[in-house]
């Protein structure tokens, strides 16, 4: 046999006797976006590997599963949805279907939801406002159903998952009372592109404007319209995504003369972002 055929035989009989790593070892539940990873760790802790079917910088609205996923997620303990994203809206009765011993949990219950008119409509399948996560109130809801789902999938552990909620419940007050406090003598309006922030703005009694109409490009005439609303409303700073063209709100942060920032709703690091947003609201001026 020619060396490089030993080396090459040395090299599978290594790979096939490796030892999986413990996190792979974990049974695994599934949750449908990065938010939702953040709040069931937290309360999970070392009982569960969780795993987030779109990764951090696709769109959910448009997202399809990997086959590769869809083979996963038949092998998870359960499906955490946030509940009425698009491609969740679009892929659940497929996802049930693969997996039918799957037991599926709408993060959304009790929660409030905002219900999107045919004039506010930006394109959300249902018609309801889908960014639920985006807000402290409504995190709290979606942990607390994390918490019961994890009770019911796993009993015998429900006193760790009644702490660590308990815990996070605390945690999430106290990121309240720093968004209080730098709201408090912050702008009350902002401009947005694609309106992610509308179940922070209701808890603020804040005013999102957005840079969509109906989930498409404002025309010449909107654009007017929307400049002179937001000179009306005193609009202080831009939000974009990177996700979304920036184009346009570039072009009306120039004519306002006020800072671009951008904002990731769907990051994992839920607490830092929502600060981040709280910021920028507070300190508009020193944002670059």
Same mark, same amino acid.
């Given at each position: 046999?020619?060396?490089?055929?030993?080396?090459?035989?040395?090299?599978?009989?290594?790979?096939?006797?490796?030892?999986?790593?413990?996190?792979?070892?974990?049974?695994?539940?599934?949750?449908?976006?990065?938010?939702?990873?953040?709040?069931?760790?937290?309360?999970?802790?070392?009982?569960?590997?969780?795993?987030?079917?779109?990764?951090?910088?696709?769109?959910?609205?448009?997202?399809?599963?990997?086959?590769?996923?869809?083979?996963?997620?038949?092998?998870?303990?359960?499906?955490?949805?946030?509940?009425?994203?698009?491609?969740?809206?679009?892929?659940?009765?497929?996802?049930?279907?693969?997996?039918?011993?799957?037991?599926?949990?709408?993060?959304?219950?009790?929660?409030?939801?905002?219900?999107?008119?045919?004039?506010?409509?930006?394109?959300?399948?249902?018609?309801?406002?889908?960014?639920?996560?985006?807000?402290?109130?409504?995190?709290?809801?979606?942990?607390?159903?994390?918490?019961?789902?994890?009770?019911?999938?796993?009993?015998?552990?429900?006193?760790?998952?009644?702490?660590?909620?308990?815990?996070?419940?605390?945690?999430?007050?106290?990121?309240?009372?720093? *968004?209080?406090?730098?709201?408090?003598?912050? %702008?009350?309006?902002? &401009?947005?592109?694609?309106? $992610? #922030? /509308?179940?922070? +703005?209701?808890?603020?009694?804040?005013?999102?404007?957005?840079?969509?109409?109906?989930?498409?490009?404002?025309?010449?005439?909107?654009?007017?319209?929307?400049?002179?609303?937001?000179?009306?409303?005193?609009?202080?700073?831009?939000?974009?995504?990177?996700?979304?063209?920036?184009?346009?709100?570039?072009?009306?942060?120039?004519?306002?003369?006020?800072?671009?920032?951008? *904002?990731?709703?769907?990051?994992?690091?839920? %607490?830092?972002?929502? &600060?981040?947003?709280?910021? $920028? #609201? /507070?300190?508009? +001026?020193?944002?670059?």
């Amino acid at each position: 046999m020619k060396p490089y055929l030993y080396l090459l035989f040395a090299l599978l009989l290594t790979a096939c006797g490796s030892k999986p790593k413990a996190e792979d070892k974990k049974p695994a539940i599934t949750v449908s976006i990065e938010p939702l990873r953040h709040f069931a760790e937290a309360i999970a802790g070392d009982r569960f590997r969780i795993v987030s079917l779109v990764p951090e910088g696709s769109s959910p609205e448009t997202y399809d599963p990997t086959p590769q996923q869809m083979v996963a997620l038949n092998q998870s303990r359960a499906f955490l949805r946030a509940g009425y994203i698009g491609y969740e809206l679009t892929w659940t009765d497929k996802l049930k279907q693969n997996a039918p011993d799957v037991p599926f949990f709408n993060l959304s219950e009790g929660i409030t939801l905002i219900n999107e008119t045919k004039e506010e409509a930006h394109a959300h399948h249902g018609g309801v406002e889908p960014h639920t996560w985006n807000s402290v109130r409504n995190a709290y809801t979606i942990s607390a159903n994390i918490c019961q789902a994890l009770c019911q999938i796993d009993p015998e552990h429900k006193e760790e998952y009644m702490t660590r909620f308990t815990r996070l419940g605390t945690s999430l007050k106290q990121t309240d009372e720093k *968004i209080l406090a730098c709201l408090e003598k912050g %702008e009350k309006s902002f &401009l947005i592109y694609h309106p $992610a #922030l /509308s179940y922070f +703005a209701r808890d603020y009694g804040l005013t999102q404007i957005s840079i969509e109409e109906g989930g498409k490009e404002p025309s010449p005439a909107q654009l007017k319209a929307l400049i002179n609303r937001c000179r009306e409303q005193h609009v202080q700073v831009v939000f974009v995504q990177k996700e979304f063209d920036t184009r346009n709100a570039e072009m009306i942060a120039q004519e306002l003369d006020v800072p671009i920032v951008t *904002i990731n709703p769907l990051s994992y690091r839920w %607490e830092e972002e929502m &600060l981040h947003v709280a910021r $920028a #609201l /507070s300190e508009p +001026a020193k944002q670059p």
